[in-house]
């Protein structure tokens, strides 16, 4: 059915553990992306994904993040060693593919904060 | 750099009268821009989009325009309710497939 689906809704971490959010896009959509939110501001561009690669992973903001994705389906964004600055909303949107006549869908979100 | 500016941060109007947010960008190869409504706790919804073949498209009671030229497109909602109270973000699509977004508008309409 439904939209994208994002797991967990919420995660609460300690400083210096790894977390790994996940998102289920809609289904037959190619093109995935991850958007960071931090309270109160705008959203941030991560990675694109096109199918199973990324063509655009400019927004990745360190290498301890890494996202993947597999089966043109499921995608799991992966943030090693957190850090209190990486407390945000996390969220995914897919479109059936890539380019402008294709509208973007967003879940809502996985909310991570870093203790 | 790849960049959009939207304006006010804020804005209050009464319930009915008419809210206009606006936003300027960089990239002048851009040809979409969608606008995003993002209620509390909730992901961000699609409202409105336009193209860059037309310059103004309404539906009911949202109605965005776009000046290519000066790169510059703006949002109106007319009648507003308060339910339209939530945080707008304009958009465009880069090169790349992207979305770059704004920093966003906290409307709220008071009863």
């Known amino acids: 059915g439904a939209g994208v689906s994002q797991s967990p809704s919420n995660k609460v971490t300690e400083k210096g553990k790894d977390v790994e959010l996940r998102c289920d896009p809609i289904?037959?959509?190619?093109?995935l992306y991850w958007y960071r939110q931090r309270l109160g501001q705008g959203l941030e561009f991560l990675i694109y994904f096109q199918g199973n690669s990324a063509p655009d992973k400019s927004g990745l903001p360190s290498d301890r993040f890494s996202a993947e994705r597999t089966g043109e389906s499921v995608s799991t964004l992966t943030i090693q060693r957190t850090q209190q600055e990486d407390s945000a909303v996390y969220l995914c949107?897919?479109?059936?593919?890539?380019?402008?006549?294709?509208?973007?869908?967003f879940g809502e979100g996985s909310w991570l904060t870093v203790v | 750099g790849e960049n959009v500016e939207q304006h006010p941060s804020t804005l209050s109007v009464q319930e009915g009268d008419s809210a206009v947010i606006k936003c300027t960008y960089s990239d002048s190869a851009s040809n979409y821009f969608p606008w995003y409504k993002q209620e509390l706790g909730k992901g961000p919804q699609l409202i409105i989009d336009i193209r860059s073949n037309v310059g103004e498209k309404k539906d009911q009671r949202i109605a965005v325009t776009l000046n290519k030229t000066a790169k510059h497109f703006s949002l109106h909602i007319t009648e507003t309710q308060p339910e339209d109270s939530a945080v707008y973000f304009c958009a465009y699509e880069d090169s790349s497939y992207k979305l770059i977004f704004g920093s966003g508008t906290r409307l709220l309409v008071r009863p």
């Open positions: 949107a897919s479109s059936l593919m890539g380019g402008s006549l294709n509208t973007i869908y």
């Open positions: 289904s037959g959509h190619t093109a």
